[in-house]
């Protein structure tokens, strides 16, 4: 069964710093790899999507890549501002339809 | 820019009871979805919905859960005896054409359970 970890849980940093969240999943047989935004109570906004045969997206501020044989991506913010606060999932698509969501990282970002 | 719906966005029921949540998936979207995620848990796959037929469900969609597309725009989840372990935020979610591309979520609906 598809296992998606997210690392750190937690992050805190300064405004204007660059910063870097991790996903992982154990079954490399993905179709493709979506990055989400969780506002406290609220639903998930999708920032980025690479499909299986892509090694990265790029959105603003945002790059994520995907390296799918070692069973990893990685979502860059650059410049990060108070409004990036937030808490980003990293969902992956085995199957036909669903997707296996990590824990998330909870990211708060200092004025 | 379109958006998923729910309705309501927060639902109060006692154990045992029936609940239908509600979802206005994007209009030219095909493949629809639910999903629920527990407070402090994973976002977990419940059913996902396309040409009128469920294509797939997880383990946690058992008897007592249902969807329907009772007409061309709305998308419902039903809960038949609600349970206390039912507490919990439902999403909503729908993706174009072949399920592949983005998903889109709603809101959601917490539902809590007495």
């Known amino acids: 069964k598809q296992e998606v970890t997210q690392i750190p849980a937690a992050l805190s940093v300064p405004e204007g710093e660059n910063l870097v969240l991790n996903c992982s999943f154990t079954?490399?047989?993905?179709?493709?790899l979506q990055w989400f935004r969780q506002d406290p109570g609220k639903g998930l906004t999708s920032l980025l999507l690479?499909?299986?045969?892509?090694r990265e997206q790029t959105s603003g501020r945002l790059n994520a890549s995907l390296d799918k044989s070692s069973g990893r991506s990685t979502l860059y913010i650059a410049a990060s501002q108070p409004g990036d606060s937030a808490t980003y999932l990293c969902a992956v698509q085995t199957g036909a339809n669903n997707l296996f969501f990590g824990t998330g990282t909870r990211l708060t970002v200092i004025p | 820019e379109p958006e998923v719906t729910q309705t309501p966005s927060h639902q109060v029921t006692q154990m045992g009871q029936e609940v239908i949540l509600r979802c206005v998936p994007i209009?030219?979207?095909?493949?629809f979805y639910w999903y629920r995620q527990i407070l402090g848990q994973k976002v977990e796959f419940l059913v996902s919905?396309?040409?009128?037929?469920?294509?797939?469900k997880s383990e946690i969609f058992d008897d007592q859960f249902s969807v329907e597309r009772p007409d061309g725009s709305n998308f419902t989840l039903k809960i038949r005896s609600t349970k206390l372990e039912d507490s919990a935020m439902y999403f909503c979610?729908?993706?174009?054409?072949?399920?592949?591309?983005?998903?889109?979520f709603g809101p959601g609906t917490r539902l809590l359970v007495l």
């Open positions: 690479i499909q299986s045969s892509q």
């Open positions: 079954d490399s047989a993905i179709y493709n």
């Open positions: 979610a729908s993706s174009e054409m072949t399920g592949l591309e983005t998903q889109y």
């Open positions: 209009s030219n979207h095909l493949y």
């Open positions: 919905f396309y040409n009128n037929e469920i294509s797939e």
